[in-house]
């Protein structure tokens, strides 16, 4: 039996013997390098941090390319510092599993610190800590990987969350909102030389640098009209050259631990897989698992310097290229085919998007909206090759049972996802003189399906729970008069409202030449039980185009 804790220098055979590779730098030196002068300070603490950023800072480490490891900062749930990184000596097993049920095991010691930067109460002395990092000349990177919510300021209605117009309202000495934690941070280090300094989101979603530029200037011109800061410090922050918020594009999906690797690592002799529920709801353990595939494409713009993350397999790269490969995977390679998933699984009563790639339909459909209908007007990055890009998620990330994703979890707000999904899509083909969005089949059977979903009944015509949606409400109520049995029922009025909003697709479906092309795959759909599945089949059948 071996424990994440044991000494993997002195016992590495103990290690070997359930299969977890371990490094063979020492954590306690990389501990006081680091500590003594830290380079890299990471925000959010997760379990992608944990398989993927961790692993970043080890190959470093490994490779002899760096003396420092990373200091995390966990942003959401103390319990994750004192149960997690403090029980464990900062360590993590990372399992990587593969479509063919084989794992990869390998150690990781590369965090040298971890402190919890929630709220600041009377106790300031994490805070303090913080500020001490925040000080020091050496740090370089500040990286984030805190969800979409976390870089959120305001509601739908315009106004400030309460924790954030308590920060606005009080000033940088006691902050409560993350957001408003990272500017009290950038003061201490404006005041302490202005030293240079990049703030790197690595967070899954489009141009997500220049919305953590926009939430620091947010607060911090707040601040500025508060009396609380001078312009000087609006200065620093908007100064390129002072600090950088390059674009990303992440991509690797780590689910929640599984008790299934749980088992397994128990079964091979490693007694710390328990995996920690906190009163917060987190889920995470001394291990992490996820998938074999990952990219990481960042903007190199790092004022202060950085470590060279080419050399851990980080894509640094320009603006554009960024741009373009974000496009590729969320327009075109990835998240397209996963939304046709996520509806079509949760409308046939699937709970695995590994299951479903056991339907030869789906994996047809997916196919021609991703090779027939998306790369063809796709921006290729260069830095990733798109078709290879879709081969890896067909053959390898989508069928893999040990990657544990539900599409009702995919399908969640799928009215906000629409747009960038198929509609920038649909956008290339009316911009494209020689192209017709007419000629699209498969975009807009997938956009019926939607509408079909809206109505909550699935295709044994019993109803079901859809996902949450911010919009569903109102777009069921459009539909919800409408009823299985009758192809020949009339639609157009309960759906134009829907298919013309520019809102949800960026577009009047109508306007481009869709709109009635979606109602006639609808209509076929309300025929009765299992339509749904009929009329999938049938459209691949007669309209499917060959996969090169």
């Not at 002395?125 to 000349?137: A, N, P, V």
């Not at 897989?273 to 291990?287: C, D, G, Q, R, Y």
Request: proline content about 5%; hydrophobic content about 40%; aromatic content about 8%.
């Amino acid at each position: 039996m071996v424990k994440i804790t044991d000494d993997y220098l002195q016992n590495k055979a103990a290690f070997d013997g359930s299969n977890i590779k371990v490094p063979t730098f020492d954590q306690a030196a990389m501990k006081k390098e680091t500590l003594a002068s830290p380079r890299w300070v990471h925000f959010g603490g997760g379990n992608l941090f944990r398989a993927f950023h961790a692993a970043i800072a080890s190959r470093l480490l490994e490779s002899g390319e760096s003396k420092t490891g990373v200091i995390v900062a966990e942003t959401y749930d103390d319990a994750v510092v004192s149960d997690i990184y403090g029980k464990y000596n900062n360590r993590v097993v990372r399992v990587v599993t593969k479509a063919d049920g084989s794992q990869d095991r390998e150690l990781f010691a590369s965090v040298a610190d971890a402190i919890y930067a929630g709220p600041v109460g009377d106790d300031t002395t994490s805070f303090d800590r913080l500020k001490e990092i925040f000080k020091q000349s050496s740090l370089q990177v500040v990286s984030f990987s805190i969800t979409e919510k976390g870089y959120h300021l305001q509601s739908g209605a315009g106004e400030f969350f309460p924790p954030v117009a308590a920060d606005i309202k009080n000033g940088p000495a006691k902050p409560q909102n993350n957001m408003a934690l990272l500017v009290s941070l950038l003061l201490t280090r404006f005041e302490n030389g202005a030293i240079p300094l990049t703030l790197m989101s690595t967070d899954n979603f489009s141009q997500n640098g220049d919305k953590l530029k926009d939430s620091v200037l947010t607060i911090a011109n707040q601040w500025l009209a508060n009396g609380f800061v001078k312009q000087d410090f609006i200065d620093y922050l908007s100064d390129k050259n002072k600090v950088g918020f390059p674009l990303s594009m992440i991509d690797r999906i780590t689910p929640n631990p599984s008790e299934t690797i749980a088992t397994d690592l128990k079964n091979d002799g490693f007694e710390d897989a328990t995996i920690l529920h906190s009163e917060k709801h987190t889920n995470i353990a001394a291990f992490t698992n996820t998938e074999e595939a990952h990219y990481l494409v960042v903007e190199d713009d790092f004022p202060n310097g950085r470590p060279d993350f080419e050399k851990a397999g980080v894509i640094m790269t320009d603006r554009n290229t960024v741009n373009d490969a974000d496009e590729m995977k969320v327009t075109t390679c990835l998240n397209p085919l996963h939304t046709a998933l996520a509806i079509y699984g949760s409308i046939l009563d699937y709970h695995s998007i590994a299951d479903e790639m056991q339907n030869e339909d789906l994996v047809a459909l997916i196919k021609q909206i991703g090779y027939v209908e998306g790369l063809p007007v796709v921006k290729d990055p260069k830095v990733i090759n798109p078709q290879e890009f879709i081969n890896e998620l067909l053959t390898k990330r989508l069928p893999n049972p040990y990657t544990p994703d539900t599409p009702q979890r995919i399908a969640s707000d799928t009215s906000q996802k629409l747009g960038v999904r198929y509609g920038v899509t649909i956008q290339h083909y009316v911009d494209d003189a020689s192209r017709d969005p007419k000629t699209l089949n498969f975009i807009p059977l997938v956009i019926a399906t939607w509408l079909r979903y809206l109505m909550a009944v699935n295709d044994k015509g019993d109803t079901f729970e859809p996902s949450p949606d911010p919009m569903f409400d109102e777009l069921h109520a459009q539909v919800a008069g409408l009823k299985l049995g009758d192809a020949n029922v009339e639609v157009h009025d309960a759906v134009k409202g829907i298919l013309s909003n520019k809102t949800i697709f960026n577009m009047d479906l109508y306007a481009v030449g869709l709109g009635d092309k979606v109602e006639a795959y609808f209509k076929q759909m309300l025929a009765g039980k299992g339509a749904i599945a009929q009329v999938l089949h049938d459209t691949l059948a007669q309209k499917a185009q060959p996969v090169k």
